[in-house]
């Protein structure tokens, strides 16, 4: 028979794994929208024109080369921060699913049967 105790902290190991695996899906979202963000502006660097185009909606606008550069390195910085972000709640989300399964091996360990089947 599994405890009260330990049935919460399975479930709440249930839970941060399930916000482990969305920071992850979401960090992997932006690390290809950072990929994309960096061929752009690879692109834009090699470019000798003054204007080039961008994707606005549903709209292709003529805008100067310039200040694509500059809204695309903004972009890139703020998609950086972002992962930085989620990387710190992974670490922490992690950190916690250890303290639980370091809970759960001690409660077993005192004769406790944890199986939750």
Known sequence: MVSQDMKKMLEQ????QQQLQSLISQKENLK???MEI???LNEISET???SVYKITGPLLIKAKTTDVKKELEEKQKFIKFKIKTLEDSE???QKRLEEIKNKLTDSSGKG???SAG
């Open 13 to 16: 190991a249930q839970m941060y």
């Open 32 to 34: 290809l929208q950072l």
């Open 38 to 40: 960096e061929n752009a």
């Open 48 to 50: 000798k024109e003054t």
């Open 91 to 93: 670490k922490k989300i």
């Open 112 to 114: 406790s049967d944890i």
